[in-house]
C-alpha cells in the first residue's frame, strides 16, 4: 500500500500562486502515473493534471497556462505550480497516484486552497 501526503496548500489573493506537493511512500507509484484532482463544496471530483511515467502531461481546460505539473522521481514527490489563481479554484486537492493503466487509484488526504477575489 502506497502512501500519498501532499503540503502546500492555503489561502491567497487572486492573482497570487501556491505550490503543491504530494510525497509518495513508494518510488514504484512516484514512477508511474501521478495526478491532481479537485473538489469543490457541492461539486463532483475533477480532474485537474495528470503526468505519466514518460513525463506526458495533460490539463483540465480551466487550468491550462496557469498550472504546471510536475514530479521527481528521486524524491519520490509530485508537484502543482499553481499561478494566477482564481476564486473558482477554490477546492480541496487531492494527490493520486496509480500503475498506469489501472484502475486502482491511491489518494492522499487533500490539501485545502483557498482563493479570495
Known amino acids: 500500500q502506497v502512501q500519498l501526503v501532499e503540503s502546500g496548500g492555503g489561502s491567497v489573493q487572486a492573482g497570487e500562486s501556491l505550490r503543491l506537493s504530494c510525497a509518495a511512500s513508494?518510488?514504484?507509484?512516484?514512477?508511474?502515473?501521478m495526478g491532481w484532482f479537485r473538489q469543490a463544496p457541492g461539486k463532483e471530483r475533477e480532474g485537474v493534471a495528470t503526468?505519466?511515467?514518460?513525463?506526458?502531461?495533460s490539463y483540465a481546460d480551466s487550468v491550462k497556462g496557469r498550472f504546471t505539473i510536475s514530479k521527481d522521481n528521486a524524491k519520490n514527490t509530485l508537484y502543482l505550480q499553481m499561478d494566477s489563481l482564481k476564486p473558482e479554484d477554490n477546492a480541496m486537492y487531492y494527490c493520486?497516484?496509480?500503475?498506469?493503466?489501472?484502475?486502482?487509484?491511491?489518494w492522499g488526504q487533500g490539501t485545502q486552497v483557498t482563493v479570495s477575489s
Open positions: 513508494k518510488s514504484s507509484y512516484s514512477s508511474g502515473c
Open positions: 493520486a497516484a496509480w500503475y498506469c493503466g489501472s484502475a486502482d487509484y491511491y
Open positions: 503526468i505519466d511515467s514518460g513525463g506526458t502531461t
